[in-house]
């Protein structure tokens, strides 16, 4: 979860003029705004519970939040009626459509601008056939790219099953990837890691999953070897996605 400091960084370098958030993160943001000189009105709150049960009327404590705070009820099956389309090329190579955060590895984290051309041009390379119906399971953040190829594209290409997690926890994980019959996770060393020493029974819990994507740093061979001894799957696979996924497609 990103700390007031990060978070005032991240906003520093952004200047947004939409923040969606969610009730439990809304004293955090608020403070990193207040820093960085940002208008509180730039804030939405996502209320989760109509994005996981659509239709389901959720109120929220208004004491809770600033009067310019609005709430925002998302449900599935809602799509905006006016989408701007770009049409020309050269406006779609010049126009920034998302601002990547770096990983922080040699400093604080900077913005990589991405074009629409740029976005569009990796969303066609993203080429998948599975023999099953993928499941999958992610934890936030998604502001990396690996995020967004792995996570974001998939969901929206092949309309994949997607149950998303605030945070990582192995226990919590783990459960949900044996109650949902997930089929795919995408992770990090440090995840596996701390699934290996869990002590829980990884063979069970994980014997639906039948690819493991790896990034955010290098997989050591020995850990992915001893990983995949937990995979009851025949034809399970780890894929390493560091390194691969720094650079991207050509507009």
Not at 75 to 85: D, K, L, V
Not at 227 to 244: M, N, P, V, Y
């Amino acid at each position: 979860m990103y700390k007031v400091g990060e978070l005032e960084h991240l906003f520093s370098l952004a200047r947004p003029v939409l923040i969606i958030t969610c009730l439990p993160l809304l004293q955090t943001v608020q403070a990193a705004l207040k820093v960085t000189s940002i208008s509180q009105s730039t804030l939405r709150i996502v209320d989760v519970k109509a994005l996981v049960k659509p239709g389901l009327e959720a109120s929220v404590d208004t004491r809770q939040t600033n009067e310019a705070v609005d709430v925002v009820f998302l449900a599935r099956g809602q799509s905006p009626s006016n989408w701007q389309r770009i049409v020309d090329s050269d406006i779609a190579k010049n126009t920034p459509a998302v601002m990547f955060s770096t990983s922080g590895t040699t400093g604080p984290p900077k913005l990589a601008v991405v074009s629409h051309a740029s976005i569009t041009a990796n969303v066609e390379a993203v080429h998948q056939v599975l023999p099953y119906q993928s499941v999958r399971l992610s934890v936030l953040p998604f502001f990396l790219f690996y995020g967004f190829i792995c996570a974001c594209v998939p969901a929206l290409k092949w309309r994949t099953t997607y149950y998303i997690l605030p945070r990582f926890q192995p226990q919590q994980y783990l459960d949900v990837i044996q109650k949902y019959n997930i089929t795919d996770i995408l992770t990090a060393p440090v995840m596996l890691g701390a699934m290996l020493r869990s002590g829980l029974p990884l063979h069970d819990m994980l014997r639906s999953v039948r690819f493991v994507s790896v990034g955010g740093s290098q997989l050591n061979i020995k850990l992915a070897q001893v990983f995949r001894t937990c995979l009851s799957a025949e034809d399970a696979h780890i894929f390493q996605c560091w390194g691969k996924l720094d650079t991207q497609s050509l507009d």
